[in-house]
Antibody, heavy 122, light 111 residues
Framework: QVQLQQSGPGLVKPSQTLSLTCAISGDSVSSNSAAWNWIRQSPSRGLEWLGRTYYRSKWYNDYALSVKSRITINSDTSKNQFSLQLNSVTPEDSAVYYC????????????WGQGTLVTVSS | QSALTQPASVSGSPGQSITISCTGTSSDVGGYNYVSWYQQYPGKAPKLMIYDVSRRPSGVSDRFSASKSGNTASLTISGLQAEDEADYYCSSFTSTNSYVVFGGGTKLTVL
């Protein structure tokens, strides 16, 4: 059974870096068909796609324009997981963050992590 | 505000059918057949219900169907059941640099 398990802190101070990890079981972060995504959800912004990483003979990353200057998504093949780093956070970045699989890079998300509520506050 | 427009709420009685609309532009909904629909219960992650405009993943009830006309996609739920009460979100591939855009969500109430 394919699962995504998220981990990371639920409280981050303003101007610091938000870091979350998504561990994959039952699939591979190095899959030649899937893409691994981060999506967040807040009352003010709704669902917002943040970015993705995928492997097609080499690693690729795509990021939403709204966070492109602050975001990094990395993969760790030894642990079969991928991670999100969002720098210089503000209270506007408070949201539930989800990792999600797009099985064939056609912008549908068939598998989601459990979600992590991240609050940006001092 | 969200890129795709959905009604904030819809309601229906058990056994009835309801339709949720999702309006975008020719750069997203109207231009590509990559519209998806998600069901979300409070405190839970979204669940994929429809992809590629009208395809159902394995395990999704055939009471859920969807279509698209021009820049508007629609999700229809027939034979409403109490368990269908949830939030529903549409999404679409977009030719802008956002890659994926979502609707603002529709709260379905089963009366």
């Amino acid at each position: 059974q394919v699962q995504l398990q998220q981990s990371g802190p639920g409280l981050v101070k303003p101007s610091q870096t938000l870091s979350l990890t998504c561990a994959i079981s039952g699939d591979s972060v190095s899959s030649n068909s899937a893409a691994w995504n981060w999506i967040r959800q807040s009352p003010s912004r709704g669902l917002e796609w943040l970015g993705r990483t995928y492997y097609r003979s080499k690693w690729y990353n795509d990021y939403a324009l709204s966070v492109k200057s602050r975001i990094t998504i990395n993969s760790d093949t030894s642990k079969n997981q991928f991670s999100l780093q969002l720098n210089s956070v503000t209270p506007e970045d408070s949201a539930v963050y989800y990792c999600a699989r797009d099985p064939n890079t056609q912008r549908k998300f068939d598998l989601w992590g459990q979600g992590t509520l991240v609050t940006v506050s001092s | 505000q969200s890129a795709l427009t959905q009604p904030a709420s819809v309601s229906g009685s058990p056994g009835q059918s309801i339709t949720i609309s999702c309006t975008g532009t020719s750069s997203d909904v109207g231009g590509y057949n990559y519209v998806s629909w998600y069901q979300q219960y409070p405190g839970k992650a979204p669940k994929l219900m429809i992809y590629d405009v009208s395809r159902r993943p394995s395990g999704v009830s055939d009471r859920f169907s969807a279509s698209k006309s021009g820049n508007t996609a629609s999700l229809t739920i027939s034979g409403l059941q109490a368990e269908d009460e949830a939030d529903y979100y549409c999404s679409s591939f977009t030719s802008t640099n956002s890659y994926v855009v979502f609707g603002g969500g529709t709260k379905l109430t089963v009366l």
